[in-house]
């Protein structure tokens, strides 16, 4: 059972930049998709990341495309997620999770219908922007 926990969070300026990071254990890690996601209290849960089982392919949604970008070090079991030019509505608790591949990440919708094969959720790390 592979199992997956976030940490690189913390408190930023507006502008700045962090790197999260997903770090696994277990087996079967080069055979996941892994995924970020982000919740707060209003915008509720929404996709943010996807990368594929090689690397090769990475998603991700419009409100972080030019400043976020995914990778992954199979040899590490590691994911990682760079963002930069963070701004207020940045702010949230981030999670990393996998699936058997990337699905095309759309605004809006049903979480459940577009996310909801996505598995062995962490337990998320906490990234504030502010001034």
């Known amino acids: 059972q592979l199992q997956l926990v976030e940490s690189g969070g913390g408190l930023v300026q507006p502008g700045g930049s962090l790197r999260l990071s997903c770090a696994a254990s277990?087996?079967?890690?080069?055979?996941?998709?892994i995924g970020w996601f982000r919740q707060d209290p209003e915008k509720g849960r929404e996709a943010v990341a996807c990368?594929?089982?090689?690397?090769?392919?990475?998603n991700y949604a419009d409100f972080v495309k030019g400043r976020f970008t995914i990778s992954r070090d199979n040899a590490k079991k590691m994911v990682y997620l760079q963002m930069n030019n963070l701004d207020f509505e940045d702010t949230a608790a981030y999670y990393c999770?996998?699936?058997?591949?990337?699905?095309?990440?759309?605004?809006?919708?049903?979480?459940?219908?577009?996310?909801?094969?996505?598995?062995?959720w962490g337990p998320g790390i906490q990234v504030t922007v502010s001034s």
């Open positions: 990368i594929s089982r090689s690397g090769g392919r990475t």
């Open positions: 277990g087996d079967g890690f080069e055979y996941y998709a």
């Open positions: 999770a996998k699936d058997l591949s990337c699905p095309r990440i759309v605004s809006g919708g049903d979480f459940h219908l577009y996310y909801g094969t996505f598995g062995s």
